[in-house]
């Protein structure tokens, strides 16, 4: 019967004694014995073979056929090592002496195993570089981590090292060139390592490094300078010499790190060295922070899309005949559960995440409703205006053009009737689009003026070439004007070079009457501030125009 198997079986009892005794084997059974360290068996000593293991699981299967039936082992280590699968299967009792007997096959997963193996080597390492890939570096992450929960120490941290402008550089010169590039940057990170530092390609353009501490985080940043270090000679693709720069992300292993949760932590620390320029530590206060500008973004979104925010309208007062001119819309948020929310909080993650071309369209559509609303109470064109902000992302981003004209059309007013303020920084960004978008606005007889004037970096050239109606000077101008001879110095300039250019000024942050009367003094055209009134809902807006319509002096009191 064995004979006839085309795999290697054997037909294994016990003897009177209770010894397993090997009864019947086929060749194939001896040609496989007899290439393993175990050639006890073939003379049927199973008890001084190498795997004693292999004699418990018999005995035991005999004496209960229902138990385990199966075993994996390996003959030696090494290369030479050869994988075994022992199979258990029950056989009739032998009729003579009434003793169990099981059937025993020898299955030689050598091939099996050693594929296995190359099959996890390839998948746990990128192709391009030979580097460990993700996967790999998270195991041994985990592996460190659990080295460390058992010490109870801190010895390890992760870096993540990302290559500045790839894609530039990818798309400039094409695929074949970045991966050139990005093999002699590994080859240049692996330079730069110690001995038991691991490296790996975690991403496109994104390598991670596990490295020991000795003396905590100074080793990390240790690590992160030699890595700058090394990289500070330019690479040479084809014909040219190209300098790569690299952010470079730090967060420290503590016992009970999961591997994918520090590995995210240094990717936090690395968007934080983009905009910082050097290496960063991860730090959980800022994770916080990123965490809390994450919920606004979705509290916003919601707030959006039910119509929760509110605009409120700052009175900008003529500072000669001391009446209202216009208003300035400013967007307000009261959250039902966390209550008022800070538009310096809520504004820059709208900027981020693009909400702010909802916020931005929402806002341009409101206020001129609002204004169109206050005429319709009055029953005539009030001689008012009301300025909204862009913000340097819409101008980018947006058709403003049609935003602007799309709420004229709705409320029905004039384009004289609105004010467009953009900051420098929405001209400095993109020059010629900035032009197009003032000329667009010019089209439909906007005002156009410039926030925050003597805060950012545009050239006095601007300020000459562009249809700029009004400069508003930044009230860190205004409000140190009484003590700082500088301020009162920039503030004369500001009004001196508006003046020349035909352009009328208002002056933000006015506090006091001495503020809004020495700039009276100087020539400002308007101004608003707390002294006058904070921002002030639709209805209080419009009663406290006319209440400054009842007294026309120069300068009033809120």
């Known amino acids: 019967m064995l004979a006839a198997l085309p795999i290697a079986a054997a037909i294994v009892g016990l003897t009177s004694k209770g010894v397993l005794k090997l009864i019947e084997r086929n060749r194939r059974f001896d040609e496989v014995i007899a290439q393993t360290n175990d050639a006890a068996m073939i003379g049927g000593d199973f008890h001084h073979c190498v795997h004693l293991q292999i004699a418990q699981l018999m005995t035991d299967f005999l004496a209960d056929p229902n138990g385990p039936s199966e075993l994996d082992f390996c003959d030696s280590e090494g290369i030479g090592a050869r994988h075994f699968r022992i199979k258990l299967a029950p056989l009739q009792r032998d009729t003579l ?38 996967v790999s570096f998270t195991e041994a992450v985990e592996t460190a981590g659990m080295l460390a929960a058992d010490r109870r120490s801190q010895d390890h941290a992760v870096l993540v090292v990302d290559m500045r402008r790839f894609s530039r550089i990818n798309e400039s010169m094409g695929s074949l060139a970045g991966d050139e590039l990005l093999i002699t940057f590994a080859r240049r990170l692996i330079s730069a390592l110690r001995t038991g530092d691991v490296l790996a390609r975690t991403g496109g353009n994104e390598f991670g490094i596990l490295v020991g501490l000795k003396r905590g985080v100074d080793d990390a940043l240790a690590a992160a300078e030699r890595i700058q270090d090394v990289m500070t000679a330019p690479f040479r693709l084809s014909e040219l010499e190209i300098r790569v720069e ?16 520090l590995f995210r932590q240094a990717q936090f620390a690395v968007k934080q060295a983009k905009t910082l320029g050097r290496p960063q530590v991860y730090e959980p206060k800022e994770a916080s922070a990123a965490r809390r500008r994450f919920s606004i973004e979705t509290e916003l979104r919601r707030a959006l899309d039910k119509d929760q925010l509110k605009l409120f309208y700052q009175p900008l007062i003529d500072l000669k005949s001391g009446e209202v001119a216009g208003f300035e819309a400013l967007a307000r948020w009261t959250h039902e559960d966390r209550g008022e929310i800070s538009p310096v909080e809520f504004i820059p993650v709208a900027e981020e995440s693009g909400l702010i071309l909802t916020l931005g369209r929402w806002a341009m559509d409101k ?7 206050w005429d319709a109470k009055a029953g005539a064109k009030l001689p008012l205006y009301v300025g909204v902000n862009l913000s340097a992302i819409q101008v980018a981003r947006d058709n403003i053009a049609d935003v602007v004209s799309s709420a004229l059309r709705s409320s029905g007013l004039g384009g004289e009737r609105l004010t467009l303020e953009l900051t420098e920084s929405s001209i400095v960004q993109d ?26 970096y545009s050239s006095l050239a601007y300020l000459q070439r562009l249809p700029i109606d009004v400069l508003k000077i930044d009230k860190s101008f205004v409000t140190g004007m009484m003590l700082d001879p500088d301020s009162i110095a920039i503030v004369r300039a500001v009004l001196s070079l ?30 608003q501030g707390y002294f006058f009134a904070k921002p002030l809902e639709p209805d209080a807006a419009l009663a406290y125009w006319k209440s400054r319509r009842r007294g026309p002096s120069k300068v009033h009191s809120a």
Do not use: Q
């Not at 050693?114 to 391009?128: F, G, H, N, P």
């Not at 508006?498 to 009457?513: K, N, Q």
């Open 97 to 134: 002496r009434d003793r169990p007997r099981c059937l025993i096959c020898l299955v030689d997963r050598t091939v099996e195993v050693l594929a296995e193996r190359s099959l996890r080597a390839e998948m746990l390492r990128d192709s391009l570089t030979g580097l460990p890939n993700r």
């Open 246 to 261: 690299c952010a470079i992300g730090v967060a420290l292993m503590d016992s009970g790190h999961d591997p994918e949760e």
């Open 367 to 373: 206020a001129a409703r609002t204004l169109a609303e």
């Open 431 to 456: 020059p010629a689009r900035a032009t197009r978008v003032f000329e667009a606005l010019k089209a439909l007889d906007a005002t156009v003026a410039m926030d925050d004037f003597g805060t950012g």
């Open 498 to 527: 508006a003046d020349a250019l035909g352009m009328s000024t208002t002056a933000e942050g006015i506090e006091s009457v001495e503020l809004a009367t020495t700039l009276a003094a100087l020539g400002c055209s308007s101004g």
